[in-house]
């Protein structure tokens, strides 16, 4: 009779404690799908993200943090050994700003709006990404022991995954013991090195978890022995985004109205364009212009420009009388479908003829060349780009390609954006972003921006296009060049219109050689740029 086998009998394993959490603000599944798309959407927090993980670990998780405290009605901390002890600097920061007032004056504005906390937890962000890097807070070394100790936990979460996979060939083996076909010998031998694989294993983790919590000791001493004064600016940091959160809205809509694809942005490009308004205040004030400047413009054009010449060539929907087609007139005939006429003619349903006037007709493109050299710093570059933006927006109701060369002094400060280029002569945001922030300084040349220009009207076989140049004029222009301009202007019959800037000093002569009207903004002023809309749109 064959002899009875005992099931091999393992011993009770210590395996280490480790969370997985990096988070110390608990969280729903509605909070990560939020913050996950915000990234995802958002290039700039990408970014953010990617810059702070090189230098303290999970940086991530820090700005997801500040979201959440920013942006959830109730915070509930983690317990301390609920997250890793690699994150203990973002707690010692999160302690320090969020009870503080001007935080809570700022949740106040941010609370359940997505985009108003992402915008402001990333300006908070970056002001600890300048606290780190200035390494007032911690020094190199200590940033350096930080780094150990994340290391140190991933060293010991490779431990417990070696006792965990001892642990299942110790099951697979008890498994195979229940086996009578199996060998005593090879039983006993199998026993025996799954022992010393157990040891071994357990040995080290217990070893690394050892060392794990005396760096996590010393590190948390280092950190709260550290210059937390430097967390003081994120305490005023908040408390300017307190007074500017709102502030920053009001632009943002403002902005992506007077720029946006018929007003309509993506949450990334919202957030995007709050960052860049909360480090660039001019931006907000540069749409306001914009805005007013452009209902200027089209109020003068209403009232100074009588109808060109225009043909009907489609049929749409709307309620002018004057232009619908003889089969709904034909209903006023009938006292029933009088009814129905009327009805249609104040939802303006009613068919009539699609006109494409004179503006519509195949204009050249339009070309603005800027001066943003040093001489035209503050005021003046604010409302040169304030009408170039404006001209834009005649340029895509006339249906124009609009090209912006921004100028100053030599080939490297020279920036060209094509401003509308999508369909229907749509605004690229992005591109007027660029355009409204780009300021090199210098001197200031006009041969290469008018050069530049010339290549676009030469390049689309286009006549009927326009130069504006804005600038304060203080350049000279070769008669070689001279010469050449002029030929050029009678060759593909375009027009040259200036923008005199004359605040402060400027210069009148160079630019009457070559334009052929000349505009002196003298206080730049909505009146005075009432005149300058007048001459350009006739």
Do not use: F
């Given at each position: 009779?064959?002899?009875?086998?005992?099931?091999?009998?393992?011993?009770?394993?210590?395996?280490?404690?480790?969370?997985?959490?990096?988070?110390?603000i608990e969280n729903d599944s509605y909070d990560r799908r939020a913050w996950s798309e915000i990234v995802a959407e958002a290039p700039a927090i990408g970014e953010l993200i990617e810059a702070g993980s090189h230098l303290v670990p999970h940086f991530g998780p820090l700005l997801q943090d500040l979201f959440l405290a920013l942006f959830k009605y109730n915070l509930v901390w983690q317990k301390p050994d609920a997250v890793r002890k690699s994150a203990i600097l973002n707690r010692t920061i999160l302690e320090s700003v969020i009870p503080s007032r001007s935080f809570e004056i700022l949740k106040s504005r941010t609370l359940l709006e997505e985009d108003k906390a992402s915008i402001a937890a990333n300006v908070l962000g970056e002001q600890v990404l300048e606290t780190i890097r200035s390494e007032k807070m911690l020094n190199r070394r200590e940033l350096l022991d930080l780094w150990d100790l994340a290391h140190q936990e991933e060293a010991l979460e490779r431990n417990i995954e070696a006792l965990k996979n001892v642990a299942e060939l110790?099951?697979?083996?008890?498994?195979?013991?229940?086996?009578?076909?199996?060998?005593?010998?090879?039983?006993?031998?199998?026993?025996?090195?799954?022992?010393q694989l157990k040891e071994a294993a357990e040995r080290a983790a217990q070893v690394a978890e050892a060392r794990l919590n005396q760096k996590a000791r010393a590190v948390e001493s280092q950190i709260g022995h550290s210059n937390h004064g430097e967390l003081r600016r994120m305490e005023l940091r908040s408390a300017e985004m307190a007074g500017e959160i709102d502030r920053i809205a009001e632009d943002s809509h403002e902005f992506s109205r007077e720029f946006g694809q018929g007003g309509r942005l993506a949450a990334g490009d919202r957030i995007e364009l709050g960052r860049r308004l909360a480090r660039n205040k001019r931006?907000?004030?540069?749409?306001?212009?914009?805005?007013?400047?452009?209902?200027e413009a089209r109020a003068v054009k209403h009232r100074t420009l009588e109808r060109g010449i225009a043909e009907a060539y489609d049929i749409e929907r709307g309620s002018e009388i004057g232009r619908l087609i003889p089969s709904e007139l034909v209903a006023l005939l009938h006292p029933a479908l009088a009814r129905d006429f009327g009805r249609r003619l104040i939802e303006g349903d009613l068919l009539q003829y699609r006109l494409r006037d004179d503006e519509q007709k195949g204009k050249g493109p339009m070309v603005v060349c800027i001066d943003v050299s040093s001489s035209m710093q503050g005021d003046k570059e604010l409302w040169a780009k304030a009408v170039s933006l404006t001209l834009m927006d005649v340029a895509r109701r006339q249906r124009r390609l609009f090209r912006a060369v921004l100028f100053s002094s030599g080939?490297?400060?020279?920036?060209?954006?094509?401003?509308?280029?999508?369909?229907?002569?749509?605004?690229?945001?992005?591109?007027?972003?660029?355009?409204?922030?780009?300021f090199p300084g210098g001197g200031t040349d006009f041969e290469r921006p008018l050069t530049r220009a010339l290549e676009l009207i030469e390049d689309k076989k286009l006549k009927r296009g326009d130069i504006v140049i804005i600038t304060d004029g203080e350049s000279q222009i070769s008669p070689e060049f001279l010469h050449h301009l002029q030929e050029r202007k009678r060759e593909l019959e375009f027009s040259i219109f200036a923008v005199l800037v004359d605040m402060g000093s400027s210069e009148l002569s160079t630019l009457a050689q070559f334009s052929d009207r000349v505009t002196s903004v003298k206080k730049l002023t909505t009146d005075t740029a009432r005149d300058i809309f007048i001459k350009l749109q006739t």
């Open positions: 009779m064959a002899r009875s086998r005992k099931p091999l009998k393992s011993r009770r394993v210590y395996v280490p404690a480790l969370p997985a959490e990096t988070l110390w110790e099951k697979s083996a008890q498994d195979q013991a229940l086996n009578p076909a199996a060998a005593d010998k090879d039983q006993d031998r199998l026993k025996k090195n799954l022992d931006l907000g004030e540069l749409a306001r212009i914009v805005g007013r400047l452009k209902h080939d490297e400060s020279l920036r060209v954006l094509d401003l509308n280029r999508e369909r229907r002569y749509q605004p690229e945001l992005k591109k007027v972003i660029e355009m409204a922030e780009y």
